[in-house]
């Protein structure tokens, strides 16, 4: 069989995209509005950008990356096309032919002129600093070098899985799977067909089964994620160890046949090195699992709806008991008070059972991962390992939910910023390749989750300069280290010096710490220069119930998070009269904004004589609130608002206090950005 | 027995590649070149597997996905799609539409025939 | 268990007399499941026994399983007789294997499938 030379093809069909690409601008300088023609040249670039890759010019995807992501501004309105912008990318498909038939010449200079007058045309128009300075994109496709295998140790895997019931007809072949997993080692697999209904019921295409299956393989855990790869994210997978991986030299019963590699995709070969240091302490994190294993674990699937219904349940019934127990506490009687701390007793037992039955292992959400960073590598070239720890970390299914998103922005940050390229990575002495730890822990009530990388760190000085001509702090403000590195939490702050495929495009780390806070979780950062950064987030394990402060506000009732609570001050008659007319207390030497609740509520009461200060804080900000009273400890079943009210952003929920009256629960995340914008604008005006 | 595949892209250069690596490992290849003449293609055809581009004009990608699900003759023809983004969220637009299965580009020829390989199954 | 007593792979229906072979196409997969499952049912409501004679080279996947099952379940509460004429040959068998449906295979299912008698 013989075909054409395919960099010939090539170079015929980037000459056709260009010419189309021209005619688009062209067209678009006649009338800069016209929708279509900017898809067109979008297109065309995208296309030449991802052929160019595929074939060897490297210089030609790099550069043209640059026209694409301005136009991709342009396409998505925010900004706007225009004839500086047009000509800037004209000119720049002139060079791109010199890229094409000289694909190794010295570009460089050429390239960064054009990109620089690129760049001024999306300034003017109104585009932040999208465009940045030529990067080679790393032209070595990075040999991923295996790590030195391991002993090959066997696992046995008991699980039991099922696929969404359209995905034969979308063309998944369950028996492929099926195949998969029997090449992986010993294989027990059983279909379990009790869903199939009868025959005048059937959906002929759809899939009704479930397999339970036991593995016994030398594999590492990864190679199964392999097998699931394209399903992993719709599918029902319960999988448990069932045995603590043995050294080969034990008696294990030979495979017949050698190890399987696994099938689907080069995944980046850090599954050796993860099996020998991760296993067994996978193992050990999960006696739970094996203590259920011992006793034949027996599951009972339940949909989530009914354990969400149970769980409302369980909080009215902790509502009742809390009133119980006031009109107990409040009466004489001696047997209602016992009878109510029985109650009290059982439903605080029930209330923690409940939340057990929440609890799922993390690792689905980190099995999502492994295909993230095998695409994240090929897009930076970039050679980088994936080690995932504590995958059998259980955390409330809600909780888990939630955290898709910001882990992957921090994954992807770490990938793209964090991660020096190959060379660089050579240069400062460190093995070609990038780790990536993902590891979840338990500690407390808490879930600890790090994203940890071996790159080059956060640059602190460049933190604070970006933050200081951002007007995030005053030049030379006195902050502590931790302070330093939160910054680059605070929303518009990116010291991304280049926008990249990966992360730079709308969202920022702001994102992640909303999301945290509204988990009511921390952020912890630690970096060390040139020997990566490490990002914990600690998290709760539950959302459902929290501990609060509850208190008064004119006739209403409100409860603050206690995690948030720092302390709480009496504001001084005094004090209040002399604050008239600025928001700022002074505490031990620093100035802190408040808010008058009072007057956000509009409560139209009068203050209290002996008003208090709630101070909150969320990790380095503080604001201080002001309340009439404050009335005490409170455990708080949360109830969500309702889609009337989703959008007060003020109120994270609300409650049902122990004498049957509402309280509306405070957004604390919300309420310190208010304070703190508030102190911004007086600052300024002052 | 061979397996017939039908790659749909807008790409000369990348259907050539395609063709030359899957045609090395055996398969029969038809190729399309945008999403409407895929369709079309796969209404008066038999194939095993599809492999198509998303970005494309006349008929884009996913598009051409959702219309061949609507096709009871053609139900379970397994698609992967060939994307430049790891945009999760183009991805799960992609799966919901849906195809089976895809491949980051840019790929080598031993990645799409792995993937081709796991997709079909024995 | 159902006492039916089985001769020769052919059973013996006990209510009604009429006991009718049905023969099915070559291709038995999910392109073509959705016409089965009417011809199937079709075939049901007209006759208390149905002999399924499937093509040894029939193609077959998934799907044509899962519907035989379903056809099962469908007769045994319309209290209708359905078996298949030949055991399981070819990819049919395949499929079974593959899938995991003989593993821990109950006895009845074996009968079914496999005419086979296990000793209880």
Redesign the interface.
Known sequence: MSFPDPIAVFRTEAAELLEQVETGLLDLNHDLTDKEQVDAVFRGLHTLKGSGAMFGFEALAAFTHHCETAFDQVRKGIVPATHDLVTAVLSATDHMRALIEVPNGDHDAVSETLLAKLRAAVTAAGGGGAVAAPAAIAASAAPNTPAAPAAPATTTYKMRFSLPANSMANGTNPLGLLDELRDLGECRIKADQSSIPSLDMLMPTDLYLTWDIVLTTEQPRSAIDDVFIFVMDEMQLDLEVVDVPSAPAAAQPAPAAAPATPVATADPPAAPAVSSEHAPAAAKANPVADAKQAKSAENVRVPAERLDELMDRVGELVIAQSRLSQLAGVSGDLQLRAVSEDVERLSGELRDTMMVLRMVPVTHLFGRFRRLVHDLAIETGKSIELITEGETTEVDKSVIERLADPLVHLVRNSCDHGLESAQERVAAGKSETGRIYLTARQQAGEVIITIKDDGRGINRDRVRAKAESSGLITPNANLTDQELLQLIFQPGFSTAQQVTNLSGRGVGMDVVKRTIDALRGTINVVSHNGQGSEISLAIPLTLAIIDGLLVRVGNGRYVIPLSAVEECLELSVDEDMRSRGRSFISLRDSLVPFIRLRELFHTGTAPDPFQKVVVISTGSERVGLVVDQIIGDHQTVIKGMSKLHHDVATFSGATILGDGGVALILDVGHLVAEGQHQEAHLRAAG | MTASILTVDDSASIRLTTRVALSNAGYTVTEAVDGQDGLSKIKSGNFDIIVTDLNMPNMDGLTMIRELRKLPAHTGVPVIFLTTESDNELKQQAKAAGATGWLTKPFDPESLVKIVKKVLGR | MRPTPFCLGVPLPSNTPVSLPLSLPGQL???T??A??EE??SA?AGNGSIILDIPEDAQA???FV??I???R???G?AGKQLSLKQPASGQVLE?LD????L??MAAEDQRFWLHERTVQ
């Open positions: 997969t999910i392109r499941i959705a089965i499952q199937l049912l049901l996947d998934l799907s899962q519907l099952e379903a056809a379940i469908y007769a509460t499929v593959r899938g995991g449906f593993q821990d």
